[in-house]
DNA sequence: TATGAATGAGAATTCATTCAT
DNA sequence: TATGAATGAATTCTCATTCAT
């Protein structure tokens, strides 16, 4: 009886039973718990919401993660990895120092856009005051391999001439993640305030141009014989 | 006995001017709501932590602000009434266009600096998608004149060609508020990250340093005469 | 029968609405709390049923007692209070010694008799390895005073050669509560095991003929000219 | 992979004698489940630690003993056919009724304190008003020899003119078991209020020494001869 | 205006037990 | 025989809100 109810809920291809596969609940939680805290924080998430939208129940929440801030520690987790894994997608070396940067920039964009989770989760954890990355060896090892990279696009950069020098990439990582970030995490009371069309599509590319035209503004010199006249 | 007590101490009579209690204890819950709402956001935030941080009751606090939702919609409006009032008092236009810009950055670092609850209330109320702002009338009639002020410097500089033309002052605005904003707001996981060295008073100083560099480099036009050579 | 019982504690006339008398509320929830830890002990006493026991609910059981632990301290903090306010009510100095400890066996008896939630609350709270106990400072000062009168009585026994000599006050103290404490606190299985006729209403003065038999069978010297023969 | 490699360890080739598991797996869970009940009482008991204790699941359990009650029945069992296998070693009867006597209370402390389990496990049977006792045709079954040989101890005694007269087996049978168990029993919450000195090794002589004074101070008659005079 | 008492609905967490392999 | 996965029903505890004085 309570199968058939079940079953008819979920296609029977897919999930008649119980899936008895640890490693895919083990997932599926973790997803719908990444979808879930995304969407309203740690304490506003809800912890049945979370085993019902991974179509399973609440005890496997507990029996997985043992406690709802364990699962959203693992879901910081998941998320610093993901990250990490396009970072390494990316080959900004194989361009030139002002190419980098421009993929650099618009990488990021694309990231924090196609991953909405990624900044509200950043959010959340710095509401506690990054109590739950404290805790975890696994992402204090994850290093982004990005601001090496960016040292090395600089450096060549300053090499060739074409960069300004005096730049340090910490900062600049920073200040690229930023022009993306508040734009896109606050883009609601953004909306509210300055208007919803700043945030139509034709907007967005407007938004990377410039984020890409003020960050190389500033990095690159002006090419020799490109003399400035009055 | 203990009425008794408490009431002399803040009978009229006793107080050195006649003050509204009225409008005292009111002020007392909102300030109380403000910290805790920015310790916590919404979802976090304890109804009898601000009633006891206010060193009031539940019930006047539901007198005063009829519910917990009501009372974060008043904490967002005093927190852009604030700024905005320290937005007033800024005469962008009394410098020159650089020295306008340069000081509208040190404006918006130091103001989140010294007000870190802007921020998490912001994040709290784009978790929530701006729903409480949709609400209010007057946050929406509380523009910032520095969108306008931005404008006009880029248009002064423009002319005496001390500036690149074809900015646009509001994504240059919202750049600007970005680079700050994203450093401050996540500092917990920044530290945890890259060290907490990055958040010494020192390196603030470099901080708004980097930020003001960034900007005017991308704005400033290397001056005539300046020829570059190879 | 119970319904009766209970209604009639909740008489219209005395508790139709809620009661609003702080006093009173947090009383009937020790009250109820005093059952129900002694009947299931720690572990086995449900909250839920402690408040609806005590017409109340579960919200002011937290309200008042803030945890299920610290209610149950609190629970043996009262019966310890009321176990030592009964023997303070005890004159034994006013007997001879050997009334003396006659009547404080009998007193312990029926003591335990009249409170066998006093054996159950005491058996958990032992579970638990007294957990509760070593945090409450009120219990620890509570000190009977028993155990100096029996020091006195024997004293005085032994002057005037009626006890004999080089009796321990605490142990015998302990003896003497253990002969009425075991009998009663496993009622149940040595009703199993021996029969339940060993919990008549003859038997328990049979039981308490014995256990004073045997305490003062010790303690008394055979009187003088008492001689034995064969 | 695992569980292939798992039970190569524990295939019947590797294993030194060809045990049979299915009783010892059964004897390990319930040798764990009499740790548990008697550590956390049968409410407080955790099927899942009992399992683990084992080093084994609970399917395991439940295969072997149906249900958590039943399992507590079984330790129950097991902890009666323990004490009386313990009683049968005895041979009271070899001895004078005085010694014999002495014996008996020397036993029962020693077996007391080298079996914690029984007590806690008494204490949690009768919180359960003897619930499981009395479904066990075993138990009730499993009478102890000790009434009878204690009686007639007393009956040789009462003859040979070292005894009184006038005592019931049974009544001071419960008497030398209480003298015992309450004072172990009830060893945390003594110590807590008279000190944990109670408890040091020493003590320990001196409490057998007190329990064997009163017991025998009450049993034996002064002897022939030994007139008492003015 | 002020305050402590009271509450229902809901939150996280736990538990004994069963299922599938 | 053995084991990990799965679950419904409780269980403790929390929270925003309202009531009585």
Redesign the pocket.
Known sequence: M?TAATSSLRSPRTAV??????ER?KATILAAAVREFARHGLGG????RIASLAG?????L??YFS???KLFLAVLEKTYADIRTAEQALNLLDASPTEGVRRLIEFTWKYFIAHPEFLTLLNSENLHQARHLKRSKRIREMNSPLIETLGTLLARGRRDGSFRSGVDPLQLYISIASLSYFFLSNRHTLAQVFGPALFSTAQRDIRLEHMTALVLGYLVRPQAGATIRR
Do not use: F, I, L
């Not at 039973?17 to 640890?22: K, S």
């Not at 998430?45 to 049945?48: F, G, L, S």
């Open positions: 309570k039973r119980p899936v008895r596969d640890a609940t998430a809800r912890v049945d399973s129940n609440k005890r496997m507990y029996y406690s709802k801030e």
